[in-house]
């Protein structure tokens, strides 16, 4: 069973296709998309044991050349270091101008790969076959592709749009649930940002889905790939919008930045505590009924979301969180940005944030 998405965003229209199994038939769907039958596949080390026997021999079937580049797994690997021998190695393979680039992997590989294809010979075309939930329903949708600098995260990229989005939901198998879980928040937070709706469906459906539902994860990773569609194409018209993606990330980074962007904290994780904590401060605010944030707190718990940074670890710094914040205010010159919430389904984008009310949440939420 496959389902598929037309997309369009800027110039460009390309489709995501999501279903089980699709490794297998990869290069049936590929091929006709190919200028030249020649391919060049990028992985890491996790994903390419697991699976890039299946689509190699997907590929010789269809009568695909590919050769594959193997990269360590872990966000590590985002670096110009890595990144300069990833395309030294690409190019000890003769690409052409119509060779492909193919993702398999997370959203490591897919921002890693879409750089590389974007700078390699002026350009290449190249295609996303994400193997993480996050990578399914976040970072193979919108074009934006990078890598990290000493000076902080994905500050060198580019915005280069895919030929064609895979998405085989057969591989969620074999990611740990920590990851599951991690992508399912940046899933929930399609839902909390304007779709009441599709948090009603996920309360219901949740955990069906996480233990492996097809058909619900199907439908629910296109509803998302069009939900961050609509806020990206949105965005071209009226500025800020695309803000909206950020809910539960000003929060987010800052838990992330403090814990040293690894296994202490994944980024989805610290999305999830994030959204908790714009709950909160809107409710401290006045702008949101408590019972929307009791809500949404029970479904965590049914889910198995964490909901406080008490549940990361025990000892937190305020001061430095909130430098976090400040920083961030003196690179924009505005006042402090946060996305905040008036109920679910209804995020909006408050500058000027009151920062006695944040810093009041902050501490309560990392408070002994
Ligand atoms: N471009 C965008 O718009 C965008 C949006 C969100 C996130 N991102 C980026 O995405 C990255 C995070 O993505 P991620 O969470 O997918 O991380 P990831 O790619 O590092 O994958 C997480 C871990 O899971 C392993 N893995 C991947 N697929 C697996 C599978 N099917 N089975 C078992 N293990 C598997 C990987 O080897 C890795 O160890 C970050 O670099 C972030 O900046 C980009
Ligand atoms: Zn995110």
């Known amino acids: 069973m496959a389902d598929k998405l037309h997309l369009t965003l800027g110039h460009h229209a390309y489709d995501i296709i999501v279903g089980e199994r699709l490794l297998a038939k990869a290069g049936e769907h590929i091929k006709p998309l190919l200028a030249r039958p020649h391919v060049i596949i990028v992985s890491d080390e996790t994903v390419a044991r697991l699976y890039l026997h299946r689509l190699t021999n997907s590929f010789e079937e269809a009568g695909i050349q590919h050769r594959s580049v193997i990269v360590p797994a872990g966000e590590g690997t985002k670096s110009l270091g ?3 021998k990833v395309v030294e190695q690409i190019l000890e393979y003769k690409p052409s101008r119509d060779t492909t680039l193919i993702a398999l992997g997370g959203g490591m590989v897919g921002d890693l790969t879409g750089f590389a294809a974007s700078v390699l010979l002026r350009g290449v075309n190249f295609i996303q076959i994400p193997t993480t939930l996050l990578a399914q329903v976040d970072s193979s949708v919108g074009g934006k592709t990078g890598i990290n600098s000493a000076f902080g995260k994905n500050l060198i990229g580019s ?15 074999s990611l740990p649930k920590r990851e599951l879980l991690a992508g399912y928040a940046e899933m929930l937070k399609y839902a909390l940002i304007n779709d009441v709706e599709f948090f009603a469906w996920l309360d219901k459906n949740a955990q069906a889905l996480l233990a492996g539902d097809v058909a619900l994860m199907t439908q629910a990773i296109l509803h ?3 939900a961050k569609a609509d806020i990206v194409e949105a965005d071209e018209k009226e500025k800020n919008v695309r803000a909206l993606l950020n809910l539960g990330h000003t929060f987010g980074h800052a838990l992330e930045a403090e814990t040293g962007y690894g296994d202490t904290l994944l980024h989805g994780e610290s999305v999830a505590i994030g959204m908790v ?13 408590e019972e929307d944030l009791e809500q949404v707190k029970a479904h965590y718990k049914t889910v198995g979301l964490p909901a406080s940074p008490k549940e990361i670890r025990s000892e937190w710094n305020v001061d430095a969180l909130m430098e976090h914040f400040t920083r961030d205010k003196k690179a924009t010159g505005s006042g402090m940005t946060f996305i905040l919430m008036r109920g679910i389904g209804k995020a909006f984008v408050m500058h000027d944030a009151d920062a006695a009310v944040i810093k009041r949440i902050v501490t309560e939420f990392v408070a002994a």
């Open 277 to 289: 904590m714009a709950f909160a401060a809107s409710v401290a605010m006045g702008l949101c009924a």
């Open 82 to 84: 890595e990144f300069s």
């Open 224 to 226: 998302c790939c069009k």
């Open 159 to 173: 915005f280069h749009q895919p030929l064609l989005v895979l998405s085989d939901i057969s591989t969620l198998s």
